[in-house]
């Protein structure tokens, strides 16, 4: 646990290195910090397998392997945050803090084992996070989307809360231990309470990770935070977010899929469509990549449906495949906006000539993402659809199968435009810090595309 | 030695990275020689794993690299399989591929793409020899797809042309019709073995019944798969274009490896196909109607390369017709064979083109008889191989293949000595034309006439002492000989053969049928002599008027506009229909009234809640009352 | 007596809210339908015991005021979480002194919060 107890301290030192002006100091700091929190995650790995706190949390190699690749994750962030907070405000530190502080409650996120635990981490991310969205003060779109966030956030915490109040009414406690033994110790007799309280706790979990029908904060959040802030949220967030959903339903409702399982069939369809149609039609790339991000949650609550024995294994390599290729593509979205001031598909035109180690990343990025094969997303896809094949939802994969095609429309958009059509444009300028993170991630999508065992065994 | 197979595609690799990498800084003679160089460490591997596999009682080996898929109860290593089948295509992949890397030094000198080339050549390289050792269907697969690839970086090597960047793009489209079949196969053989692994299957799939649906199935969805790949009706049309390549291109893909991984598909499911007589009657039928199609079209071509794609759709009809009537081993044996007079061909033709500054019709060359004589020579012999005249390897193959398809049905068997006839008339009318007469091109070209350099003169004589001896590794014991091939494959189709029964024809059958095949070729080729070489007959212009029949061959039997008028045209109609009518009006419709029925319903709410963030909850809270209605129904 | 919950036994109460609903629309409906409007500048203009108005009642704050009331509010309610230690101090200082150090961590993180405000000047009202 001391993943966590590191990165608050960090946070904090960070903040007062701030304080006293070591600006130069902040990036460096942050940087050794996540990497000793990451080893420090993995020395952990397999060390814990009884809940610590008095119950309240548990590190297993589930919450090992997800804090993992959390703060592997921010720690590319950061590395592509090298002048990007400068240009927005002065208060630097305070967002390098405010960005630990919402990666701590990630952290909670994943390695809770009771419900007060779930919610406080949740609150630490998401008051965090509101915070961040708004970080560009004098820019409308930044307010508004800091306060859209804010509002339905707020409001969605609330039947998050009321759900984990049903389920204490219930069963008499947080536990998660004791919800399972209350469900299993009489499963027709569980308490209407009880499913009113799944059903609000699905309310309140769904809304954190965006899908339909409690994404419309998703597409103009998305939009108006700094695209830094964005990367952030569609990746790192929503990984905990379907990390924590997956560790309460794997754990404690799973004797009770035959209830919940339809809805969230419902919802991962919903997702898919709406996700992927609305993707279709955007001439953006920002907004094209937060629709996508709907529709990538589509794919995810897959795992969370078909709940087996590999399920957290699949979700955590599809997590895994997105964030790094999200994490590319926001990437080559921040150079783009930076030096042309625009992200159209129509400023993508001609990349190739100019950048074409760029284009290249951001073309493995585009596949991976597409789910082609030899990319890690291809694995993560391709585990999500056996694993719901294999619990018969034959349905569903052939629509999402379906849905994948519509996915590969858009983002071969985007590698067309690079390639295969010309425009006088000037050469980006990539920082090193950039071109580690793109010639990185690029190389571990590649390289989990091919050899996916080497994080599937995490778990 | 066996152990070291995984060397084998590594060389390549490691090849294509030096290239791929260094192409802007490294000098050509060392790109050359690093292409040519790991191709070759390969044939040495190759060759040692040949021999050890030979002298070895063991004929199989799976080696396992590592495993590389494990969900639930699908397991997926990446592993290579030995065998007779694999060595020998190993043998024919790496062997010429490293001929004809020698041979692109020489024929790519001038290309400012050089080292491009030659790391796609060995990209090539490295997916064919995946597609050759993979031990499971998934590791064939990406073999499969990864030459489909190359092939098609390869087709369109010269994208500048919009021309061949659209033939380009046909061989892909037409490629993945098939790869889908292919694809869907896998499923299915997964679905019904549990298993993609081919030592896990095979075994399975002896025990079953013949005819059974579900194996009818699956062998006709391979069988699609190899249409798109080997260029058979429906899907050959991209063949002929593919011409649009660099010489060496269509030598190595399109005449000798790539093409040929069809009939090494089947062949390698073999029992599979067994099983399936339904999949095995199409098969015969259709290759014999694609060599017989092709043949028509090819005579009447005028572009060198033309004539040597149809004649290659024409010659891959026949290895299919050999798989469909059970010849699995002349099949293969024709592979072979193909392989070292086709890729000969190739060179040759693109010897002549270098020769004539990059002239590809016929009818603007003839007389290059003394001023190539290497190159004539060697596609002298290339043509008798392939025209099926005795001793030479084409005879050989092609006997055994006809010999089975004559005790499977006579018709058959004489549709294809038809078709071997028209075989040996368009190519000793391509070699006449060439070769004869007087030179008909400018007297610019004429005075840059020249042999080629060694480079690709050296590939030329091995290829054409292999066309000439190629055959005696197969003799068939009519003539005394103990068809050493048939023995060495023995292992790779026995579970077959006892199915199906040894061949009986007797001998005197068998002579009576060479004959016939035999007088058939000479009579041809003796034809095509007095048209093209006595009388210096020459194919007439495009606007000259032709009778009806060269017409139509001429104009390839118009499947291109066939196809455009039948699929193409339709499509576009249909997506012009989707496009402006269920896009527009109901996609559209859809969205953009989405999109106002939100404004609008924003509008309406503005006097309750403030903006859009209210009918955003408002949504929300629909939902959350749909499930909770939905939790109160099914409490 | 046997406790049978059902939905039916909720019934009256359903009937209950409709009439009450009921009442209170039809009422609101009626006379906004029925009544008499007049409009006038008299009329509209807001009743303050009879004295003229004077200025907009909205005045801004200053934002000053907002940081300062969250900051005290934020202080003020980690206070409560000393209460249930207190509360149970006599029993925890028998196992040792881990309660003691558990809340030293904790003001201890507090304080580096209020440091941090004071070297903000967040409190600092000019």
């Given amino acids: 646990m001391s993943v966590l107890i590191t990165i608050s301290l960090l946070a904090i030192l960070v903040l007062y290195l701030g304080l006293f002006k070591a600006k130069k100091a902040l990036l460096p700091v942050s940087i050794l910090g996540l990497l000793g929190a990451l080893s420090l995650s993995f020395y952990e790995w397999g060390s814990y397998a009884q809940p610590i706190y008095n119950g309240m949390m548990l590190f297993d190699n589930f919450a090992a392997a997800f804090s993992g690749i959390t703060i592997l994750s ?14 927005i405000s002065s208060n630097i530190a305070e967002y390098y803090t405010v960005i630990l502080f919402s990666l701590a409650g990630i952290i909670v996120m994943v390695s809770y084992h009771n419900l007060t635990m779930l919610f406080i981490g949740i609150e630490i991310m998401s008051v965090s996070l509101y915070i961040l969205a708004g970080i560009k003060k004098r820019d409308f779109a930044s307010n508004e989307a800091a306060l859209k966030y804010f509002l339905m956030g707020a409001f969605s915490t609330g039947f998050l809360l009321f759900g984990i109040a049903l389920l204490y009414g219930a069963s008499g406690s947080f536990d998660l231990l004791e919800i399972r033994n209350y469900i299993l110790s009489a499963p027709q007799e569980v308490s209407p309470l009880f499913y009113g309280g799944i059903l609000l706790l699905i309310v309140g979990l769904c809304f954190k990770v965006g899908a339909a029908p409690f994404h419309f904060w998703a597409p103009d959040v998305y939009e108006g935070s700094p695209s830094l802030i964005t990367a952030y949220m569609s990746t790192v967030v929503k990984t905990a977010g379907f990390a924590a959903f997956l560790r309460l339903f794997l754990f404690c409702f799973s004797p009770l899929s035959e209830f919940w399982s339809p809805v969230l069939v419902t919802l991962a369809a919903l997702s898919l469509l709406i996700g992927n149609i609305t993707a279709v039609y955007q001439q953006h790339f920002k907004r094209m990549l937060a629709y996508s991000s709907i529709s990538h949650v589509g794919y995810m609550l897959f795992a969370v449906i078909s709940l087996n024995g590999s399920s957290d294994t699949s979700i955590f390599v599809y997590a895994a495949a997105y964030s790094i290729a999200s994490i590319m593509a926001f990437a080559a979205l921040i150079l783009l906006q930076r030096q042309v001031g625009t992200d159209s598909f129509d400023s993508f035109n001609g990349l190739a000539r100019k950048n074409p180690f760029l284009a290249l990343t951001l073309t493995v990025a585009m596949l991976s993402l597409a789910g082609i094969p030899l990319t890690a997303g291809f694995i993560g896809k391709f585990m999500m659809f056996t694993s719901a094949l294999s619990t018969y939802h034959t349905y569903l994969v052939l629509f999402a199968v379906l849905n994948a095609a519509i996915g590969i429309f858009y983002y071969f958009r985007v590698i067309v435009a690079m390639y295969f059509k010309e425009a006088d444009r000037h050469e980006l300028i990539v920082s090193p810090y950039y071109r580690l993170v793109l010639g990185l991630s690029a190389a571990a999508t590649i390289l989990l595309g091919v050899y996916p065992e080497l994080i599937s065994r995490l778990i | 030695m066996i152990n070291l197979v995984w060397l084998i595609p590594l060389f390549p690799l490691i090849g294509f990275l030096i290239n791929g990498l260094g192409r802007s800084f490294l000098p050509k003679g060392a790109v050359g020689f690093i292409g040519s160089l790991t191709v070759f460490l390969s044939f040495a591997v190759s060759l040692g794993i040949f021999f050890e596999l030979n002298g070895s009682v063991t004929k199989s080996f799976t080696i396992q690299l590592f495993d590389w898929i494990q969900v639930g109860n699908l397991s997926i290593p990446f592993s290579f399989q030995v065998d007779p089948l694999s060595s020998l295509m190993l043998l024919i992949v790496t062997g010429i591929g490293f001929l004809i890397h020698v041979y692109s030094i020489g024929y790519m000198h001038h290309d400012t793409g050089f080292a491009k080339f030659f790391s796609y050549l060995n990209l090539f390289v490295f997916f064919m020899l995946l597609l050759v050792l993979g031990s499971n269907y998934v590791v064939m697969f990406i073999g499969w797809e990864g030459v489909g690839l190359c092939s098609y970086l390869l087709i369109g090597f010269w994208f500048s042309n919009p021309a061949y960047a659209s033939a380009a793009k046909k061989a892909f489209v037409m490629n993945r019709i098939g790869d889908l079949g292919f694809l869907i196969a896998i499923f299915l053989i997964f679905n019904t073995f549990n298993s993609v692994e081919f030592a896990k299957v095979f075994p399975q799939a002896a025990s079953l019944t013949a005819g059974s649906d579900v194996i009818t199935l699956i062998t006709i969805l391979l069988f699609v798969g190899a249409t798109g790949k080997s260029a058979q009706i429906p899907l050959f049309t991209w063949l002929p274009d593919a011409m649009a390549g660099p010489t060496p291109v269509s030598a190595l893909i399109h005449a000798a490896t790539m093409v040929t991984a069809g009939i090494y598909m089947i062949a390698r499911s073999n029992i599979l196909f067994t099983l399936a007589p339904f999949t095995l009657d199409i098969i015969a039928v259709v290759g014999l109607a694609t060599a017989i199609l092709a043949a028509l079209i090819a005579i009447t071509q005028t572009d060198i390369k033309k004539v040597l794609a149809y004649s290659t759709v024409s010659q891959l009809g026949y290895m299919f017709l050999g798989l469909g009537v059970g010849a699995y081993t002349g099949a293969f044996f024709h592979v072979i064979t193909h392989a070292f007079f086709k890729a000969l ?131 068939p014991e009519a003539l005394h000989g103990n068809h050493w091939l048939a023995g060495f494959l023995e292992p790779v189709f026995s579970a077959s053969e006892q199915r199906t029964g040894a061949s009986h024809l007797d001998h005197s059958t068998e002579y009576i049928l060479m004959t016939v095949s035999v007088i058939a070729a000479v009579v041809a080729s003796f034809i095509a002599y007095l048209r093209y070489a006595r009388n210096n007959h020459v194919p007439v212009p495009d606007t000259a008027e032709r009778t009806a029949f060269a017409n139509v061959s001429y104009n390839k039997f118009y499947i291109d506009e066939i196809y455009d008028a039948l699929i193409t045209k339709p499509l576009n109609i249909l997506s012009g229909f989707f496009y402006r009518i269920v896009d527009k009006t109901f996609i559209d419709g859809f969205v953009n009234g989405l999109g106002r029925a939100t404004a609008e319903a924003g509008k309406g709410l503005r006097l309750l809640q403030t903006g859009n963030i209210g009918f955003y909850i408002f949504i929300m809270i629909a939902g959350i009352v749909a499930l909770l209605v939905y939790g109160f129904y099914n409490i | 007596m046997e406790t049978q919950t059902s939905a039916i036994n909720y019934l009256p109460i359903v009937f209950q809210m409709l009439v009450a609903l009921g009442f209170v629309v039809l009422t609101m409906v009626l006379t906004h339908i029925i009544g008499p409007k007049r409009k006038s500048k008299e009329k509209l203009s807001p009743f303050e015991s009879g004295i003229e108005v004077v200025g907009n009642a909205r005045q801004p704050f200053s934002i000053k005021y907002f940081l300062v009331a969250i ?48 070297k903000k000047k967040a409190l600092d009202w000019e």
């Fill in chain 3, 71 to 118: 900051l005290f509010v934020l202080f003020d309610i980690e206070v409560i979480f000393m209460y249930p230690w207190a509360v149970n101090f006599r029993e925890m200082s028998l196992e040792g002194f881990d309660g003691l150090i558990e809340m030293l961590v904790f003001m201890g993180t507090l304080l580096l919060g209020f440091i941090y405000i004071i």
């Fill in chain 1, 74 to 87: 921010t720690l590319l962030i950061f590395l592509l945050s090298k002048d990007y907070f400068e240009r």
């Fill in chain 2, 345 to 475: 061909l190739f060179l040759g033709a693109g010897s002549v083109i270098h020769a004539v500054s990059n002239e590809q019709d016929m009818r603007s060359m003839g007389g290059l008889k003394s001023k190539l004589p290497v190159t004539f020579y060697t596609m002298l012999m290339g043509t008798i191989a392939i025209s099926g005249l005795p001793p030479f390897s084409g005879f050989f193959s092609k006997d055994e293949i006809l010999a089975h398809a004559y005790e499977h049905s006579k018709l058959l068997w004489l549709i294809g000595v038809i078709g071997a006839m028209f075989t040996a008339f368009y190519m000793f009318r391509m070699l006449f034309l060439t070769f004869f007469g007087k030179f008909r091109g400018t007297t610019e070209q004429q005075a840059h006439l020249h042999e080629s350099p060694a480079s690709m003169t050296f590939p030329l004589i091995v290829l054409a002492v292999l066309s000439i001896i190629g055959g005696f590794i197969g003799v």
